[in-house]
């Protein structure tokens, strides 16, 4: 008996590595719409946030022709990380395929968009940023489930990669992976959130998130009350996810990610501020997409931030050099850093 249309991708998608693969009817976003809608109720203060990612909301505006989303899940959690960087940068990025066109992943991604295509369907996608809610789609196609920390687990946990392409095909193909919910109680995760971004099961506020605050966000970081509670994390947090039990031995560091070792040395803390416009631009903006190839100076105000909640004498000259900085953000954080930790010149 040949193969459905919707049997034909889900082969191809686990002959290139992927461990999920799911078809859902374009209709099924429509409550991701609704959950949109509600979180911005509930959190009137994520409202700026949110608006900047409604277009994720209404896939038929933009793609009119669109008949069912193909959402597929890549773990990653067996990359080593190496010392320099671990705890300080967020494995997600640290591992990113979205970008690296070095990695299997990145390789798997352009061969099943040319899969879907060879089977006649017209497809959009959008390697980085996505062409719908990825978390909702996985859940609608079955993929995982939700977990109160907002992350969409599969039996690897939460450490997988989502993708996804809208296409003109009527289809439909549902997984059936069923997993354990969250321990009865648990707030593991809710508690491992040191600026209480996460503020209760399933709830966050997106503007006091680590992450946001080191990526998007926080580009006057040297007036951000909440800067002082961020630790150790200089780009991304992983705090949440790695308090969760349901992550418990689901990174397994058996394999390097394709120049992750040579990258990493110059994500040193002195290293970063160190760094020049041109190293910056040739091998760490490209990794790091989230900021822009003039964005260097953001990378330097979160060093600053971490030299001043993890002070040590080492620390002493490079923040005062940076006090004389002729860019205003990090000029103006050493100066900030200095006068909280009453530092002499």
Same mark, same amino acid.
Request: some cysteine.
């Given at each position: 008996?040949?193969?459905?249309?919707?049997?034909?991708?889900?082969?191809?998608?686990?002959?290139?590595?992927?461990?999920?693969?799911?078809?859902?009817?374009?209709?099924?976003?429509?409550?991701?719409?609704?959950?949109?809608?509600? +979180?911005?109720?509930?959190?009137?203060?994520?409202?700026?946030?949110?608006?900047?990612?409604? %277009?994720?909301?209404?896939?038929?505006?933009?793609?009119?022709?669109?008949?069912?989303?193909?959402?597929?899940?890549?773990?990653?959690?067996?990359?080593?990380?190496?010392?320099? @960087?671990?705890?300080?940068?967020?494995?997600?990025?640290? =591992?990113?395929? %979205?970008? #690296?066109? *070095?990695?299997?992943?990145?390789?798997?991604?352009?061969?099943?968009?040319?899969?879907?295509?060879?089977?006649?369907?017209?497809?959009?996608?959008?390697?980085?940023?996505?062409?719908?809610?990825?978390?909702?789609?996985?859940?609608?196609?079955?993929?995982?489930?939700? +977990?109160? *920390?907002?992350?969409?687990?599969?039996?690897?946990? $939460?450490?997988?990669?989502?993708?996804?392409?809208?296409?003109?095909?009527?289809?439909?193909?549902?997984?059936?992976?069923?997993?354990?919910?969250?321990?009865?109680?648990? =707030?593991?995760?809710? $508690?491992?959130?040191?600026?209480?971004?996460? $503020?209760? !099961?399933?709830?966050?506020?997106?503007?006091?998130?680590?992450?946001? &605050?080191?990526?998007?966000?926080?580009?006057?970081?040297?007036?951000?009350?909440?800067?002082?509670?961020?630790? $150790?994390?200089?780009?991304?947090? #992983?705090?949440?996810?790695?308090?969760?039990?349901?992550?418990?031995?689901?990174?397994?560091?058996?394999?390097?990610?394709?120049?992750?070792?040579?990258?990493?040395?110059?994500?040193? !803390?002195?290293?970063?501020?160190?760094? =020049?416009?041109?190293?910056? %631009?040739?091998?760490?903006? !490209?990794?790091?997409?989230?900021?822009? !190839?003039?964005?260097?100076?953001?990378?330097?105000? *979160?060093?600053?931030?971490?030299? +001043? *909640?993890?002070?040590?004498?080492?620390?002493?000259?490079?923040?005062?050099?940076?006090?004389?900085?002729?860019?205003?953000?990090? +000029? %103006? &954080?050493?100066?900030? @850093?200095?006068?909280?930790?009453?530092?002499?010149?």
């Amino acid at each position: 008996m040949a193969l459905t249309k919707e049997q034909l991708i889900r082969q191809r998608a686990e002959e290139l590595g992927y461990e999920g693969c799911g078809i859902i009817p374009i209709g099924a976003m429509d409550g991701y719409r609704d959950k949109f809608l509600e +979180r911005m109720e509930k959190l009137p203060e994520s409202v700026p946030f949110y608006r900047n990612q409604q %277009r994720l909301t209404e896939p038929l505006v933009h793609f009119p022709w669109a008949r069912s989303v193909v959402v597929l899940a890549m773990p990653y959690g067996k990359y080593r990380i190496p010392e320099q @960087v671990k705890g300080r940068i967020a494995k997600t990025y640290l =591992t990113d395929v %979205r970008a #690296d066109a *070095n990695t299997t992943e990145y390789q798997s991604s352009l061969l099943m968009e040319e899969y879907l295509q060879e089977l006649g369907l017209r497809t959009a996608g959008n390697r980085k940023f996505g062409v719908v809610g990825l978390r909702w789609a996985a859940l609608e196609a079955g993929l995982g489930i939700i +977990r109160r *920390n907002n992350f969409l687990y599969t039996k690897s946990g $939460s450490w997988v990669h989502l993708e996804a392409w809208l296409t003109d095909g009527e289809m439909e193909l549902r997984q059936q992976e069923v997993l354990p919910p969250c321990p009865k109680n648990c =707030t593991k995760c809710q $508690s491992a959130c040191p600026t209480r971004s996460l $503020s209760a !099961p399933y709830v966050m506020q997106p503007a006091a998130c680590i992450s946001y &605050m080191t990526t998007f966000g926080g580009r006057e970081l040297w007036q951000e009350p909440l800067r002082h509670s961020f630790g $150790s994390c200089i780009y991304g947090c #992983d705090l949440c996810q790695d308090a969760c039990p349901m992550n418990r031995n689901q990174w397994k560091e058996t394999l390097d990610f394709p120049g992750l070792p040579e990258v990493a040395e110059l994500l040193e !803390p002195e290293r970063i501020l160190e760094l =020049t416009e041109d190293t910056y %631009r040739e091998k760490i903006q !490209p990794k790091f997409f989230y900021l822009s !190839p003039e964005e260097l100076w953001k990378w330097k105000i *979160n060093v600053l931030n971490y030299m +001043r *909640n993890n002070y040590r004498d080492g620390y002493r000259n490079p923040i005062l050099q940076a006090c004389g900085s002729s860019h205003d953000g990090i +000029r %103006r &954080m050493a100066q900030a @850093v200095r006068e909280e930790l009453q530092l002499e010149a």
